[in-house]
């Protein structure tokens, strides 16, 4: 993966972040994570990134 690319990952990386630290109660049930789980997930590095996806960005080559 190019640097670019790299790079682009982790603005989206940031950005999901943040929008899972401004979900409401509601929202959060509604995907399944407890307001802990949102602020755990939000304070993760950008480049802490856990996948089970064959597809994912990084193993592109």
Not at 28 to 54: F, M, V, Y
Request: charged share 25%; hydrophobic share 50%.
């Amino acid at each position: 993966m190019g640097w670019l690319a790299w790079l682009a990952l982790m603005m989206r990386t940031i950005e999901t972040r943040r929008h899972i630290a401004g979900m409401d109660e509601r929202m959060l049930k509604d995907i399944g994570i407890s307001r802990a789980d949102a602020h755990q997930e939000a304070n993760r590095a950008p480049w802490d990134i856990e996948t089970l996806s064959p597809h994912a960005p990084w193993m592109w080559r």
